[in-house]
């Protein structure tokens, strides 16, 4: 009849705890793994989706309508620019005084609170200045935003709704100034911009509209 192996050199299972332990652990790694790989993939198509829009931007600026072009061919023009559509904004007028534009939905998580957040706030607010600037843009020149100063007085509930007008001036400057008001039409945010008109071939310094 065999020894019995003494209790000390038996393989000890370890405790019940010590395991739940273990497949926790196993599981969040996994689940952190899978989380890495979908970052890392989505950026990728962020980066492929970035190089896309500037050259679908360069070729828009090509396109601009004429000045004296109807309102409706202005309002197709704002709505096929890739960097719009990307903001999640819609055109719903644009003239010589300025530019109205709806944003339903933000493409980025809301504050705590269900609002939008301040950054977009100010990044929507941008690009409506942008737009309202080039329809009266003098012929070869383009936007870019010199000076950007937005002051929040409530929270944003979407849908917002963003009125641009813009402030005559010289040949080579636009003032736009961006009302923002929240769902119920209450006054949430105002933004304020200096554009500067640079050379539309590619001249000029800082980012286009």
């Known amino acids: 009849m065999p020894t019995p192996m003494p209790a000390s050199c038996a393989r000890a299972r370890p405790p019940r705890a010590t395991r739940a332990w273990c497949w926790r652990t ?10 890495l790989e979908q970052v890392t993939s989505n950026r990728s198509r962020s980066l492929m989706q970035h190089s896309a829009t ?11 309508p004429r000045q004296d072009d109807a309102e409706q061919s202005w309002l197709d023009w704002a709505n096929g620019y890739s960097t719009l559509a990307a903001s999640g904004l819609t055109c719903t007028r644009i003239d010589a005084d300025g530019a ?7 493409n980025f998580p809301p504050n705590p609170n ?27 020149r383009q936007p ?20 641009a007008s813009v402030i005559p001036g010289g040949r080579t400057i636009r003032t736009v100034q961006v009302v923002v008001r929240d769902k119920d039409g209450k006054h949430c945010a105002s933004a304020t911009g ?8 590619g001249g000029g310094t800082g980012r286009t509209a």
């Open 54 to 64: 500037s050259a679908d931007n360069q070729e828009a600026i090509q396109q601009l």
């Open 114 to 140: 269900g609002a939008v957040n301040g950054g977009i706030v100010a990044l929507v607010a941008d690009q409506a200045m942008g737009v309202a600037a080039i329809r009266t843009a003098p012929a070869g």
């Open 26 to 35: 196993r599981w969040a790694c996994r689940r952190r793994t899978r989380q």
């Open 100 to 106: 109205d534009f709806v944003l339903d939905k933000a």
């Open 144 to 163: 870019v935003t010199a000076v950007l100063e937005t002051h929040f007085h409530r929270p944003a509930f979407a849908p917002l709704t963003l009125t």
């Open 194 to 201: 200096t554009m500067s008109m640079t050379d539309a071939s």
